[in-house]
């Protein structure tokens, strides 16, 4: 059992007795792993605020092949989350992120693409940026990265392109926008406006046009709703942060 090594983001840490917990870590290299890091409590431990929850560590441990927990012998801060100490509403999205992160990806699942999205927005919610922009990008390339993304542009049962403008139906349990003629037979459809369609888009894409495309506020709630609940349908329930960051709880 040999040692392996990664920059990971801790998202959960739990109680294991009065010296060690059991972390669960978000690494580069290895995707979501879940660790016993023994003595991680104790004065002078190798691993000091490397186990703080939000902070990106460089870590070390031996990597077991059961189902077993892994084993984290050292965690080594490279940058501590400290929006919080500013502000309780970047706290709680820095939170949301590592919600999402423990709830929607697989153990030993590698998405190195994914760990850079969550350090990149951790760091800017770190530096007080816009907490609604932020966010909706996040849970955007999430879904991308995940192969969860809504379609947003064509049909999802026929293929056709939706319109430019106006309303338009979209699935939940389609998996995205409907046409007028396909929308019958299908459960839990909305009626979307094209341009929350059109803004999603623009926020799911792999370019860096989202950093200069607002929210407007005609369209925040309905797309913040949508976003919503095809997230809860996703995780199979509400994600507990929801209640406590304002810009989710609608």
Request: charged residues 25%; glycine residues 6%; proline residues 4%.
């Amino acid at each position: 059992m040999s040692a392996e090594k990664s920059l990971a983001i801790v998202i959960r840490t739990v109680d294991f007795s009065e010296t060690s917990c059991i972390a669960t870590l978000f690494t580069e290299d290895f995707g979501k792993i879940t660790a016993l890091a023994k003595g991680c409590k104790r004065p002078k431990s190798p691993f000091e605020s490397g186990l703080d929850l939000l902070t990106v560590s460089r870590i070390v441990f031996l990597h077991k092949k059961s189902d077993s927990l892994d084993l984290l012998t050292e965690a080594k801060v490279e940058r501590r989350f400290r929006g919080g100490q500013k502000s309780v509403e970047h706290l709680y999205a820095g939170y949301y992120v590592a919600e999402l992160l423990t709830e929607m990806t697989d153990r030993s699942d590698p998405h190195p693409e994914l760990f850079h999205l969550a350090d990149e927005i951790l760091s800017q919610l770190n530096d007080l940026g816009e907490v609604d922009r932020l966010v909706l990008r996040f849970e955007m390339m999430l879904l991308r990265h995940l192969g969860q993304l809504p379609e947003l542009t064509h049909c999802v049962e026929t293929g056709e392109p939706i319109s430019a403008e106006g309303r338009t139906p979209f699935g939940l349990l389609a998996g995205g926008v409907l046409s007028r003629r396909a929308r019958n037979g299908h459960r839990h459809v909305i009626d979307v406006a094209v341009a929350s369609l059109q803004l999603l888009s623009i926020y799911a894409a792999e370019d860096e046009r989202w950093k200069s495309t607002e929210i407007p506020a005609r369209l925040a709630m309905e797309i913040r709703a949508l976003v919503n609940r095809y997230l809860s349908h996703s995780l199979g329930k509400t994600p507990r942060l929801r209640e406590f960051l304002r810009i989710l709880s609608i």
